[in-house]
C-alpha cells in the first residue's frame, strides 16, 4: 500500500467512530421517544444520516485504493451497522493504515538503499 492508501483508510477511520457513535445515540433517542416525551430522533437521524453517507463514500474510496478483497469489504460495512461494530472497525482501520505506512516506509529505504 502507498501513503494515498493509507490516507484513504486515515479518512474512513476518522469517520467510523463518529458514525457508531451517532448510531448509539439514535437508538438511545429511540428508546426515549418511545419511553418519554423527548423527541430528539430528528436531529440525530440527521446527524447519523450524514455521517452514514460520508462514511459510505469513504469506505467505497479506500475500498477501491486499497483492493480489499470483496469479503474484506462487506465484512467492513457489516461492521458500520451494527451497533458497536463501528469502534471494532476503527481499531481494525487504524492497524491497516499503521501497516500501509510501514511498508511504504519500507519500500522507500529499499529504493534509497539500492
Known amino acids: 500500500m502507498d501513503l494515498s492508501t493509507a490516507s484513504a483508510i486515515h479518512r474512513l477511520r476518522l469517520v467510523s467512530a463518529p458514525e457508531a457513535v451517532s448510531f448509539l445515540l439514535l437508538l438511545v433517542c429511540s428508546v426515549l421517544k418511545r419511553t418519554t416525551d423527548f423527541n430528539a430522533v430528528p ?21 477501491r485504493r486499497a483492493k480489499w478483497a470483496l469479503t474484506t469489504a462487506a465484512w467492513y460495512f457489516v461492521l458500520s451497522v451494527l451497533p458497536f461494530g463501528g469502534f471494532a472497525l476503527e481499531r481494525r482501520l487504524k492497524r491497516d ?10 519500500r522507500k529505504q529499499d529504493v534509497v538503499g539500492a
Open 43 to 63: 436531529v440525530m437521524g440527521a446527524i447519523h444520516g450524514v455521517l452514514f453517507v460520508v462514511f459510505v463514500v469513504l469506505w467505497a474510496d479506500a475500498w
Open 97 to 106: 493504515a499503521d501497516d500501509a505506512v510501514v511498508a511504504s516506509r519500507a
